[in-house]
């Protein structure tokens, strides 16, 4: 009951209860389901329906076919040329469409109107389609002038008629001034003004013909080229950027074959790591000291550290006596600036502190942050910066080095095939033996089998 409570309010709430009765089978019943006709509603029960459902709020209203087809007869498409690829390279060109204008009149008779009717469409939309339709003439005009020149490259153009492309850069040059001109104003304007002035600055001069002189049409060498220049405020920053990117892959490429790990970030969690040209100094000095040690020179090294020890103590102790002093001395400064009277006069002490050298000091503290912030870094750039100079100042002689372990390739297959020369020969002259120590064996069991016959005849 709370149910039904519940949802009391809501409309077309059926509050009977389900009931499911299956009749008694009969012979005259048939148990086979009644086949299901399909029956289009009529326009009186639709209108009928119309007229039950307007208390409701319901809209049953049924899409008319014919009706949503002659919304879209106007409308014309155009797929011509069209780039369906996902490549990037690739320039993005969509669908064309085009509409007439539909107009309905007295009758109900519908009326469209020429495809150039198009009265809702704004300044901004048609300046852009004027600009897409140019750029699109311009790449047709330069496919036509290569498919041109590919079928007859020795013809000139002995007519003085001109080429479509000046038209065409007329009329970009005339929406370029349309579009400046709508966005001008403020930073735009400026913008847009700085932009006329370099090229206007860049244009190429023109040369007056002479009188006398025919106008010829412009011929170019067939080795001459054509540059444009493009005006680009951040080349320079690009260019730096790309220097320094390309340092970097250079430095990381020598490091990575000389099994060098990069510079961390942070030096968090490990320390920074060591170029390896300079340890492998290091361990090059330990190794020599290592092997040519004795144990007078081990005595020697020991007193001159003890020595250095003893020196380094006295060098700490006249710091701090230094600086005691010096404090000594700006305190006794300082309460004699006390005691002066202030009567324009200059002391010793105002004397000594130059205006210069405060600034100096005042920014070299501005920049010590920085400078500690940068100290766990330094020395693993200082180290990879003289690696990379040194690997530099041995590329010069590598190729030397190269050429010379060439020569001497060449050398050792030079010497290489005069042995196996002579080895064929060798091996020629004793095949040559072993043929005829076998012919003088097979010669000398003949002779013995004749001896030996003629011995058996001689003893019988």
């Known amino acids: 009951m709370s149910d039904h409570r519940k949802y009391a309010g809501l409309p077309d709430l059926d509050l009977a209860p389900d009931i499911y009765e299956t009749p008694d089978l009969t012979d005259d019943t048939s148990t086979h389901p009644a086949s299901t006709v399909f029956r289009s509603d009529s326009r009186a029960s639709l209108d009928r329906g119309y007229e039950d459902d307007e208390d409701t709020g319901i809209d049953r209203h049924r899409l008319d076919p014919d009706e949503a087809r002659s919304h879209f007869l106007p409308a014309q498409l155009s797929a011509r040329e069209v780039d369906f690829s996902d490549r990037i390279s690739s320039k993005r060109k969509s669908y064309r469409a085009s509409s007439r204008r539909r107009r309905k009149g007295e009758n109900g008779v519908e009326e469209l109107g020429d495809l150039s009717d198009d009265d809702d469409e704004g300044f901004e939309r048609k300046l852009a389609r004027l600009r897409r339709e140019v750029e699109e003439l311009k790449e047709a005009s330069s496919r036509r002038r290569a498919e041109k020149t590919s079928v007859d490259e020795t013809e000139t153009p002995d007519d003085g008629r001109r080429e479509p492309d000046n038209g065409l850069d007329d009329l970009s040059n005339v929406l370029h001034n349309l579009h400046t ?17 370099l090229n206007g600055a860049m244009r190429a001069p023109t040369v007056s013909i002479p009188n006398g002189s025919a106008a010829e049409p ?53 320390a920074t790591s060591k170029a390896v040209l300079p340890m492998l100094d290091t361990l090059d000095r330990q190794l020599s000291t290592i092997s040519t040690t004795s144990v007078t020179s081990l005595d020697s090294i020991g007193q001159r550290i003890r020595q250095l020890t003893q020196d380094a103590e006295k060098l700490e102790e006249a710091r701090k006596a230094a600086k005691a002093a010096h404090e000594a001395l700006r305190s006794s400064q300082r309460d004699s600036n006390a005691s002066q009277t202030v009567n324009g006069e ?12 405060v600034s100096k000091i005042n920014a070299l503290y501005g920049t010590l942050a920085t400078i500690e912030s940068l100290s766990p870094l330094l020395s693993s750039v200082l180290d990879r910066l003289r690696s990379l100079r040194t690997i530099h100042a041995e590329a010069a002689t590598a190729s030397e080095s190269l050429a010379r372990v060439e020569q001497t390739q060449e050398e050792m297959t030079g010497e290489i095939k005069s042995w196996k020369e002579g080895l064929e020969k060798v091996e020629h002259v004793m095949r040559h033996g072993e043929e005829t120590m076998g012919g003088n064996m097979n010669a000398m069991e003949g002779w013995i089998k004749q001896l030996e016959e003629r011995m058996s005849k001689l003893a019988s």
């Open 181 to 197: 001109a709508s966005g001008s104003g403020g930073v735009g304007g400026a913008g847009s003004r700085l932009a006329k002035k």
């Open 346 to 357: 200059v002391t010793a002490a105002n004397s000594i502190e130059d205006p210069e050298q």
């Open 218 to 270: 412009d011929q170019h060498p067939p080795g001459s080229s054509t540059y444009t220049v493009t005006y680009a405020p951040t080349y320079a920053k690009d260019q730096a950027l790309a220097r320094a990117a390309d340092f970097d892959t250079r430095l990381t490429l020598i490091e990575t074959v000389l099994g060098v790990d990069s510079i961390p970030l942070s030096s968090e969690g490990r």
